[in-house]
């Protein structure tokens, strides 16, 4: 079964820091680019990086001016997405998502095809 499951979210004073994890289970993690996203109720979701591979492009989303950095780990078919500097506005339900090889069409929702259940991340005081 083609499978990614989220953790890491949690509650996070501003300023702080958190890491997401995205494990992939049934496909070959190397053939395809992994992006996070996230949600809040009532706006657009919103596409934030796409990792794909060590030596693969990387994509960011303009808006986070280099707070969240994404890395991974193919041994253990995971894509990590640390966050600093949160804010409030950061609080939402962030998903993972498999994409197309290096990424290929970037952030856009419509080129990824299997997602996460999603991790609830919360920034407030």
């Known amino acids: 079964e083609v499978q990614l499951v989220e953790s890491g979210g949690g509650l996070v004073q501003p300023g702080g820091s958190l890491r997401l994890s995205c494990t992939a289970s049934?496909?070959?993690?190397?053939?395809?680019?992994i992006g996070w996203f996230r949600q809040v109720p009532g706006k657009e979701r919103e596409g934030l990086s796409c990792?794909?591979?060590?030596?693969?492009?990387?994509y960011y989303a303009v808006s986070l001016k280099g707070r969240f950095t994404i890395s991974g780990d193919n041994a253990k078919n995971t894509v990590y997405l640390q966050m600093n500097s949160l804010k409030p506005e950061d609080t939402a339900v962030y998903y993972c998502?498999?994409?197309?090889?290096?990424?290929?069409?970037?952030?856009?929702?419509?080129?990824?095809?299997?997602w996460g259940q999603g991790t609830q991340v919360t920034v407030s005081s």
């Open positions: 998502a498999r994409g197309g090889r290096r990424c290929a069409g970037g952030l856009n929702d419509g080129a990824y095809d299997v």
């Open positions: 049934g496909f070959t993690f190397d053939d395809y680019g």
């Open positions: 990792f794909s591979g060590s030596d693969g492009p990387r």
